[in-house]
Nanobody, 126 residues
Framework: QVQLVETGGGLVQAGDSLRLSCAASGRTLRIFTMAWFRQAPGKEREFVAALSWIGTSTNYADSVKGRFTISRDNAKNTLYLQMNSLSPEDTDLYYC???????????????????WGQGTQVTVSS
């Protein structure tokens, strides 16, 4: 089993920045792919960014490309999401996800991931 805990959410103003963290524990050696998703009430979970835990591949949703950066610290078993130039449209509950499958073209699909955190709320005021 893998446990994921997100931190770093909060209330900010449009144009501000936030950095989310996701600490992984348990059988972390099984992780090969990690990602961030977000979800608003009543909507489907939306892909934000993903990376290979052991390689260099990264991918982003078009809506965040150029503003968000996904990164990792393998020594700390921690995933990050640096979010710049935030807008009210970025207001959502943000989830960290991990998969024991190798990074491939299905990185954007929520069903691809076996482990999820509890989510951290990001609210951007105008």
């Amino acid at each position: 089993q893998v446990q994921l805990v997100e931190t770093g959410g909060g209330l900010v103003q449009a144009g501000d920045s936030l950095r989310l963290s996701c600490a992984a524990s348990g059988r972390t050696l099984r992780i090969f792919t990690m990602a961030w998703f977000r979800q608003a009430p009543g909507k489907e979970r939306e892909f934000v960014a993903a990376l290979s835990w052991i390689g260099t591949s990264t991918n982003y949703a078009d809506s965040v490309k150029g503003r968000f950066t996904i990164s990792r610290d393998n020594a700390k078993n921690t995933l990050y999401l640096q979010m710049n130039s935030l807008s009210p449209e970025d207001t959502d509950l943000y989830y960290c996800a991990a998969s024991v499958q190798y990074y491939d073209t299905n990185y954007y699909s929520p069903s691809r991931y076996e482990y999820w955190g509890q989510g951290t709320q990001v609210t951007v005021s105008s």
